[in-house]
């Protein structure tokens, strides 16, 4: 008895340190966030709003439903995609300000950045509330490659 405890033990220990993050199981990534296009941010025009952007990526082999999915900063803005399915291996640019939305850009529809260049962090996750991926950054090249 003392034995089969003892391999209890040793399986729950194993697996917890070969357990995945959360965000590992999950085909929609982060890819690439800018965070600080060039140029001045004052005024914010809508034009350079929307040369902030986030860009996800399914990195699977089959079409992911979106609808409900949120994406979030350390500020807790956040955008809800609508209706949305992205294809394996396609990727959806998701903008700050406004804009008509299609299969390969949605726009967030807001007035300011969202993104602080000295550091921020983008979380996402799915219509049920699972965390499925973040990405974050310090103070840098106005650019994150996730």
């Given at each position: 008895?003392?034995?089969?405890?003892?391999?209890?033990?040793?399986?729950?220990?194993?697996?917890?340190?070969?357990?995945?993050p959360?965000?590992?199981?999950?085909?929609?990534?982060?890819?690439?966030?800018?965070?600080?296009?060039?140029?001045?941010?004052?005024?914010?025009?809508?034009?350079?709003?929307?040369?902030?952007?986030?860009?996800?990526t399914?990195?699977?082999?089959?079409?992911?439903?979106?609808?409900?999915?949120?994406?979030?900063?350390?500020?807790?803005?956040?955008?809800t995609?609508?209706?949305f399915?992205?294809?394996p291996?396609?990727?959806?640019?998701?903008?700050?300000?406004?804009g008509?939305?299609?299969s390969s850009?949605?726009?967030?529809?807001?007035?300011?950045?969202?993104?602080?260049?000295?550091?921020?962090?983008?979380?996402?996750?799915?219509?049920?509330?699972?965390?499925?991926?973040?990405?974050?950054?310090?103070?840098?090249?106005?650019?994150?490659y996730?």
């Open positions: 008895m003392r034995i089969r405890a003892l391999l209890v033990a040793c399986l729950v220990v194993a697996s917890s340190l070969i357990a995945l959360a965000n590992a199981a999950s085909a929609i990534q982060f890819r690439k966030i800018q965070y600080d296009p060039s140029g001045s941010d004052t005024p914010a025009t809508n034009y350079q709003l929307n040369r902030e952007y986030v860009t996800m399914n990195t699977g082999t089959t079409t992911r439903t979106l609808t409900g999915w949120t994406v979030r900063d350390l500020a807790n803005h956040v955008y995609f609508p209706s399915k992205l294809g291996g396609k990727s959806v640019r998701l903008h700050t300000g406004k008509t939305n299609d850009n949605l726009y967030w529809g807001r007035g300011w950045y969202v993104w602080n260049n000295t550091g921020d962090k983008a979380t996402s996750r799915d219509s049920s509330g699972a965390l499925r991926d973040t990405c974050t950054w310090g103070d840098g090249s106005g650019i994150r996730c």
